[in-house]
């Protein structure tokens, strides 16, 4: 539990001259254990002001007096004490001077507890069998962010409380949810993709024997120009080739593949269903996938007499995945909304 915790002290003789020493070991506690600068010079004066006061009253008519000033060093916080045993004193009990009437009469000084209560984040006075006690304790910045968020929140009302409760535990039940379904969304499409894909292919592939048997090329023209303009944005290119994969139809026109062989002979397909083979690949940095259904008539001829093939690029996929997770969010955000405001 007190692992976290460690302490130093300097013993001083109550004197003006010795407040130097006290101030020395102010830095090197908080120099070594890292504390910020604001922190240790905010100590620097309240201590210094604390010990003043000491040495004017609490040892005004006492003689060889001491002060210990012991640091209490943890994670998130620094705790100086300081140790007396001079004239008893609670500084706690004094009222907030008001500045305007010091200011109006010129008054200099008086504004110790003051500046105690404004630098330090807690102030504790005991009265032990060691004397007096002055505990002095100062956050780090982010423990002081927190304990200003943990008082709030304990000043609300319950019905408050439980609303803010019921809220966050919405948006993070909200955003788990989300989470959850965004890791299925691209899986899923690119199955919805694949599936349609596939049945396109496979029509795509009967609707061609014929013009292809027959050598029409402005049918198969035709054919592909379709095919690509019911599915634009899904098809790439659309095509027909031989059986030995040489291009005899493409749309868009493009010559650099018309009568262009189209070389798949030494890959092996990602996925096979309804006779219908799936190539990946990359073209210049983009993945490419392949959709590839023999032409042919079953039970009359063996081998196809061409392939139809449709060019699917994979951001695609990725496009309607990533509208799918735009759809999500919307849709999990209208649901939060509303059921906190419900």
């Known amino acids: 539990m007190f692992k976290h915790v460690s302490k130093e002290e300097v013993v001083i003789p109550a004197t003006m001259g010795h407040l130097r020493d006290v101030r020395e070991f102010i830095e090197h506690v908080g120099k070594k254990h890292k504390y910020a600068d604001k922190v240790i010079n905010s100590f620097k004066l309240v201590v210094d002001e604390a010990c003043t006061n000491i040495i004017r009253h609490g040892y005004m ?48 000084g008086g504004l110790g507890i003051f500046m105690m209560r404004k630098l330090m984040d807690d102030i504790q ?21 927190r304990h200003r968020v943990l008082t709030w929140f ?50 795509y592939a009967d609707i061609n024997w014929e013009p292809l048997n027959n050598e029409n090329d402005i049918l198969l023209f035709e054919n592909a120009k379709s095919v690509k303009e019911n599915h634009g944005e899904m098809i790439r290119f659309s095509m027909v080739t031989t059986s030995d994969y040489e291009v005899m ?54 081998e196809p007499i061409g392939y139809a093939v449709l060019w699917i690029e994979e951001s695609y996929i990725g496009n309607k995945a990533s509208s799918a997770k735009t759809d999500l969010a919307i849709l999990l955000l209208v649901g939060c909304v509303g059921a906190t405001i419900g």
């Open 61 to 108: 008519d006492i003689k060889d007096g001491k002060i210990t000033v012991r640091a209490i060093i943890r994670r998130m916080s620094l705790t100086m004490v300081i140790i007396d045993q001079g004239k008893s004193f609670d500084p706690r009990q004094v009222k907030n001077p008001d500045l305007g009437k010091y200011v109006e009469i010129g008054k200099k």
């Open 125 to 145: 006075y005991n009265l032990t069998n060691r004397g007096n006690e002055l505990r002095l304790t100062k956050m780090r910045d982010v423990e002081l962010k």
């Open 154 to 203: 304990d000043s609300l009302s319950l019905r408050r409380k439980s609303f803010i409760i019921t809220s966050v535990s919405i948006v993070l039940l909200t955003i788990a949810t989300y989470f959850v379904l965004e890791s299925q969304i691209y899986s899923n499409i690119k199955e919805e993709v694949f599936t349609e894909a596939t049945a396109i292919t496979k029509n």
């Open 249 to 302: 139809a493409v749309f868009p026109l493009n010559l650099n593949l018309v009568s262009k062989n189209f070389d798949l002979q030494h890959s092996e397909p990602i996925e096979e269903v309804n006779n219908v083979s799936v190539y990946q690949t990359s073209i210049l940095d983009t993945s490419v996938y392949y959709f590839i259904a023999p032409i042919e008539l079953k039970n009359i001829a063996e």
